[in-house]
């Protein structure tokens, strides 16, 4: 067995930390509890192995709710490596007034939501624009292809406002709890509701009306 | 009549209808993040000018902007005019010479005091009479008005 050890890898599965290589045989380490990846990023000598396993455990859920703000991939693939950047630099100073994911949520949220405004600001594009390139990319995505209604439940979705549409993902594909996404957004849990309700009802519009008989 | 959309009605998907990443993605991610890193060297020099990554470009920019004008303000403060003598000054260093030395000095080194010397030197101080006189301002002004318009010698 100690021929499929790379050096240092036998030392860092004892250790319970997933090493940046490792044998496909051998079975992946339990992953680190937060509290553990934080105790471990204050020490220089674990820090990169402890950051490993955070983006290890949350890059899933990163990337999918970047994903689901701009749409393309490859946008989604220079936020989500932007928000860990984000990450690295601050969690030094990360105060856990808040669950760790609750924080990175946050971060990556700001980053979309800088994304698409810059995109808006940098080609002039009003709001509907910058919605209906976003639906033509969806609608080039085999994966919607012959589902109409679905279709047309991401065109309702994708013209909604920045914020509102982050609102309307959190609840909706996500079902966060209110009293989580007022953290993730800043905004009190209220104005989330009334948001959320407003959204569904301007996307059940929109379907509607556009729906074929 | 179309029927009414109902969203709670709709099957909800995890999420929106998109094509999954390219196999592997989520292997090399962590590695493809890591590289991009900021050096160990570069985190040390965080605690000299570094922090200033750390702030928007916005901000950046204004620090500058007023780092300049900062700059040129010091250096006109710095520089500035250059201080009149004040006639306080000049009258007291005149105080501390005898007055015969100065009648003397008058009188043989050849310079004339003129009337548009007296009229400059009343104007700027109305009081420097009192230090050089015993007339009255009054007196002092009816001898000059009386004096001829062009230029002549009085002492």
Same mark, same amino acid.
């Given at each position: 067995?100690?021929?499929?050890?790379?050096?240092?890898? @036998?030392?860092?599965?004892?250790?319970?930390?997933?090493?940046?290589?490792?044998?496909?045989?051998?079975?992946?380490?339990?992953?680190? &509890?937060?509290?553990?990846?934080?105790?471990?990023?204050?020490?220089?000598?674990?820090? $990169?192995?402890?950051? $490993?396993?955070?983006?290890?455990?949350?890059?899933?859920?990163?990337?999918?709710?970047?994903?689901?703000?701009?749409?393309?991939?490859?946008?989604?693939?220079? /936020?989500?490596?932007?928000?860990? !950047?984000?990450?690295?630099?601050?969690?030094?100073?990360?105060?856990?007034?808040?669950?760790?994911?609750?924080? !990175?949520?946050?971060?990556?949220? $700001? &980053?979309?939501?800088?994304?698409?405004?810059?995109?808006?600001?940098?080609?002039?594009?009003?709001?509907?624009?910058?919605?209906?390139? /976003?639906?033509?990319? !969806?609608?080039?995505?085999?994966?919607?292809?012959?589902?109409? !209604?679905? /279709?047309?439940?991401?065109?309702?979705?994708?013209?909604?406002?920045? @914020?509102?549409r982050l609102v309307f993902n959190l609840r909706y594909y996500d079902e966060m709890p209110y009293e989580q996404m007022a953290e993730v957004t800043g905004t009190s849990v209220g104005a989330l509701k009334a948001s959320?309700?407003?959204?569904?009802? @301007?996307?059940?519009?929109?379907?509607?009306? $556009?729906?074929?008989? | 009549? %179309?029927?009414?959309? %109902?969203?709670?009605?709709?099957?909800?998907?995890?999420?929106?209808?998109?094509?999954?990443?390219? =196999?592997? #993605?989520?292997?090399?991610?962590?590695?493809?993040?890591m590289a991009r890193l900021p050096r160990a060297d570069a985190r040390e020099a965080a605690s000299g000018w570094g922090w200033l990554a750390f702030l928007s470009p916005a901000l950046r920019t204004g620090l500058a *902007?007023?780092?300049? +004008?900062?700059?040129?303000?010091?250096?006109? #403060?710095?520089?500035?005019?250059?201080?009149?003598?004040?006639?306080? =000054?000049?009258?007291?260093?005149?105080?501390?010479?005898?007055?015969?030395?100065?009648?003397?000095?008058?009188?043989?080194?050849?310079?004339?005091?003129? *009337?548009?010397?007296?009229?400059? +030197?009343?104007?700027?101080?109305?009081?420097?009479? %009192?230090?050089?006189?015993?007339? *009255?301002?009054?007196? +002092?002004?009816? =001898? +000059?008005?009386?004096?001829? *318009?062009?230029? =002549?010698? #009085?002492?």
């Amino acid at each position: 067995m100690d021929r499929l050890f790379a050096p240092g890898i @036998k030392r860092d599965l004892c250790r319970g930390v997933q090493p940046d290589t490792c044998s496909p045989l051998l079975p992946r380490p339990p992953r680190l &509890e937060d509290h553990e990846i934080l105790l471990k990023f204050q020490d220089p000598a674990s820090r $990169n192995l402890a950051f $490993n396993q955070l983006v290890r455990k949350y890059q899933g859920k990163v990337y999918w709710h970047v994903r689901k703000m701009v749409v393309d991939h490859d946008d989604a693939d220079d /936020l989500t490596q932007d928000v860990f !950047i984000k990450v690295w630099k601050h969690l030094e100073n990360f105060r856990q007034d808040a669950a760790l994911f609750t924080w !990175i949520y946050r971060i990556a949220t $700001n &980053e979309c939501l800088n994304f698409l405004g810059s995109k808006r600001r940098k080609f002039l594009l009003p709001l509907t624009d910058v919605g209906a390139e /976003l639906a033509a990319k !969806i609608e080039a995505d085999p994966a919607v292809a012959g589902d109409e !209604i679905e /279709l047309k439940l991401q065109q309702a979705i994708l013209r909604l406002p920045d @914020k509102q549409r982050l609102v309307f993902n959190l609840r909706y594909y996500d079902e966060m709890p209110y009293e989580q996404m007022a953290e993730v957004t800043g905004t009190s849990v209220g104005a989330l509701k009334a948001s959320y309700h407003h959204a569904v009802k @301007k996307v059940e519009d929109y379907v509607t009306r $556009n729906s074929a008989e | 009549m %179309k029927p009414s959309f %109902k969203l709670d009605a709709h099957p909800r998907r995890p999420h929106p209808p998109l094509s999954g990443p390219p =196999a592997g #993605y989520f292997d090399h991610l962590p590695m493809r993040v890591m590289a991009r890193l900021p050096r160990a060297d570069a985190r040390e020099a965080a605690s000299g000018w570094g922090w200033l990554a750390f702030l928007s470009p916005a901000l950046r920019t204004g620090l500058a *902007s007023v780092a300049v +004008l900062g700059g040129f303000a010091a250096s006109f #403060y710095l520089g500035g005019t250059p201080r009149l003598v004040p006639s306080a =000054a000049g009258t007291a260093s005149l105080d501390a010479v005898p007055r015969t030395e100065l009648v003397g000095y008058l009188l043989t080194s050849g310079a004339r005091v003129e *009337s548009a010397d007296l009229a400059v +030197l009343t104007a700027a101080n109305p009081g420097v009479a %009192k230090g050089f006189w015993h007339a *009255s301002e009054d007196e +002092l002004t009816d =001898a +000059l008005d009386a004096q001829p *318009s062009e230029d =002549a010698t #009085y002492l």
